[in-house]
């Protein structure tokens, strides 16, 4: 009856791989995180800014900065990497594109998601974004920014944030912050993404005239199937194996 039970719990846990497997949810490496360093402000302030260098963390990276530092009104900074390796009000240099850091496709997913920590005193708003379509002739490709809604993280709290692939928000085209399946928008080019990272915000200044984000962004955990199999227990069976608010 043990070795049976023992076989069922194995014949179960190994159907539950392939899903696991062939999970369609993009995130980011550390690698990946720690390279993120190209900003955009909206609105646009000298007081809006990412501190470099980037936070190393062992399984992640930290982002400090700032959000209309002596001003008044919402405010927020995209944090990410293009496809040109400029920063923001920068030139070209030795930066590392979106596309050399292996994040110039997102073919064959349907979510993106970033585990984030606020480690600041008050609430801040994150959500995650990107840009597709190549512009240039001869593709002539619609630039699409695609969004998921703001998430508040409170103090010391860590959240996953998610864009969901077919309930997001989409400018371009036809769309003007639409809350839209863009897996049914045709034309998409899933390869020629252009731009991609997260936005930081909030209504300036936060209580006791706070403007400094401090946030901890790490890949989302492996999922809890390919965990077991790598613990053995399948042995059982004895088988190896533009920014809006919105």
Same mark, same amino acid.
């Given at each position: ?11 179960? !846990? ?21 390279? !993120? ?189 390919? !965990? ?19």
């Amino acid at each position: 009856m043990k070795k049976l039970l023992g076989l069922c719990l194995g014949i179960a !846990l190994l159907m539950a791989i392939p899903l696991a497997v062939s999970a369609t949810t993009f995130t980011m490496n550390p690698s990946q995180l720690q390279a !993120l360093y190209e900003t955009y402000e909206n609105p646009d302030s000298e007081g809006t800014f990412l501190s470099m260098p980037v936070g190393i963390l062992p399984d992640g990276a930290k982002y400090t900065g700032n959000v209309l530092t002596n001003e008044t009104g919402w405010g927020q900074i995209q944090i990410g990497a293009n496809f040109w390796g400029i920063p923001y009000g920068g030139s070209a240099g030795d930066e590392a594109t979106n596309v050399a850091l292996g994040m110039g496709s997102l073919a064959g997913y349907d979510s993106y998601a970033l585990s984030i920590e606020n480690v600041n005193e008050n609430a801040w708003e994150f959500n995650l974004y990107f840009n597709v379509g190549w512009t240039d002739s001869p593709f002539d490709e619609t630039n699409y920014y695609v969004q998921n809604a703001w998430t508040t993280i409170n103090k010391d709290e860590k959240k996953q944030v998610v864009l969901d692939f077919t309930s997001c928000y989409v400018w371009g085209g036809a769309y003007n912050g639409d809350l839209i399946d863009f897996t049914t928008v045709a034309g998409v080019n899933w390869d020629h993404i252009t731009n991609i990272g997260l936005n930081i915000g909030g209504n300036m200044p936060l209580p006791g005239v706070d403007y400094t984000y401090e946030a901890k962004v790490n890949p989302i955990p492996v999922p809890a199937t390919l !965990l077991l199999l790598g613990s053995g227990l399948l042995g059982l069976a004895g088988i190896r194996k533009r920014f809006n608010k919105k």
